[in-house]
């Protein structure tokens, strides 16, 4: 009773084999250690254009590329030392002469008495990873070209913008002189001013990032007091009604460094400060000295930044997703800072909790006459 039901078990065992390997994606072949061919599954048929039929009983060589005859010689070797073989990328022959990359994992087969009578071979077509990872560099070539032509137009169509914006805020200019100060015209013309204002701000940002990625943004040094540089931006922003401003500093901190760079951080922190504190809160900014650093910080009670977005935020036109969609911006500030306190040879750094807020600070080495 028991070795009729073992004998079902064993035969049940067999066709689950034999079901297995005949839906095999993967080809599944065995051979005799003298390479004849033994078992060739339907994957195999498809991958090497050969039937089953015409198969059996012929040697493995049919579908060796001639200069890669000797491979047989040793896997024959390994397999007959009881060894596998794992992911062998080589190439096999097809019925139509085609050569195909594949990936080759053989083990010996074992009869009952444990001696090794064959291989088996399973055989996984990669030309289709070949082709992606060719496919990947030749995408990676494109989008360098195609990145270094948008430089190459936002530097273009910068340059192109900026002679028509500076006559007109030039002839601007004259008509508000000829303008009498009383009537709608001249607060319209302030206006337009105010306007044509931002418009070059933009352009001078946009300039900067080209100047950045040629190499070109050159920095002039001069000795000045970084606190009195900071009291006369902030007096420059006034009429605040959700914001208060906190300055605190009052004796002078002298620095080597490029004023007009450094007044350019420190406007992107600060706007960046109030327009990303929608409710308002407090602004303040600090300045301290460490032995060898100068350390400038803006804080603000603002909507604050994600972790995940951390790490991005100092990158080229990068904006932080955080409910800020009718905020507007390039996302082109935080990068030209960057770039211009690297070129110090100092380090800029945020720290900042979503909801919470965010503090932004940069460190220039201090350079003592
Ligand atoms: N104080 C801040 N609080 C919250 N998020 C900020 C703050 N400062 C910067 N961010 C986030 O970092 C992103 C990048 O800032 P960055 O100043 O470079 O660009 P921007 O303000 O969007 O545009 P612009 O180029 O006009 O400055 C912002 O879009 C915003 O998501
Ligand atoms: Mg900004």
Redesign the pocket.
């Known amino acids: 009773m028991n070795s009729h039901n073992s004998g079902l078990l064993a035969e049940e065992k067999q066709a689950l084999l034999a079901a297995i390997v005949s839906s095999s994606q993967d080809a599944i072949i065995s051979k005799t250690l003298k390479g004849i061919i033994t078992s060739w599954n339907p994957a195999a048929e498809r991958l090497f254009g050969y039937s089953e039929k015409e198969v059996l009983g012929r040697h493995i060589s049919l579908i060796i590329p001639k200069d890669r005859i000797h491979e047989e010689d040793f896997i024959i070797q390994q397999i007959s030392k009881g060894l596998r073989l794992e992911h062998f990328e080589t190439t096999r022959l097809t019925r139509d002469g085609r050569q195909i990359p594949i990936s080759l994992t053989l083990s010996p087969i074992f009869n009952e008495r444990n001696e090794i009578i064959g291989a088996s071979k399973i055989a996984r077509d990669i030309s289709e990873n070949i082709m992606n990872k060719e496919e990947k560099e030749q995408l990676y070539e494109e989008i360098k070209i195609l990145n270094k032509k948008k430089d190459e137009f936002i530097a273009l169509a910068t340059h192109e913008l900026k002679t028509p914006i500076t006559s007109l805020r030039g002839f601007l200019e004259v008509l508000q002189k000829n303008v009498s100060r009383e009537g709608i015209n001249f607060s319209l013309l302030e206006r337009c001013i105010r306007q044509v204002n931002k418009l070059s701000m933009l352009l001078s940002?946009l300039l900067d990032v080209s100047r950045i990625q040629l190499g070109k943004l050159q920095l002039r040094y001069e000795f000045f007091n970084i606190v009195e540089m900071v009291a006369e931006v902030l007096s420059t922003f006034i009429h605040f009604d959700k914001h208060r401003l906190v300055f605190k500093n009052r004796d002078s901190i002298i620095v080597y460094a490029d004023r007009t760079r450094l007044e350019q951080v420190l406007i992107?922190f600060f706007?960046?400060?109030i327009?990303?504190?929608p409710s308002g809160g407090d602004v303040e900014i600090k300045i301290w000295e460490s032995p060898n650093n100068i350390h400038l910080s803006v804080t603000?009670e603002?909507?604050?930044?994600d972790n995940e977005?951390l790490a991005e935020?100092f990158s080229q036109f990068?904006?932080?997703v955080?409910g800020?969609s009718n905020i507007s911006?390039?996302?082109?500030?935080?990068?030209i800072s960057k770039e211009i306190i690297v070129r110090h040879g100092g380090t800029i750094e945020v720290k900042?909790q979503k909801g919470r807020g965010?503090v932004?600070a940069f460190s220039v080495p201090q350079k003592k006459n």
């Open positions: 940002d992107n706007n960046n400060a327009k990303y504190s603000d603002g909507i604050g930044i977005h935020i990068y904006r932080a955080n800020q911006g390039l996302g082109i500030g935080l990068y900042s965010s932004f």
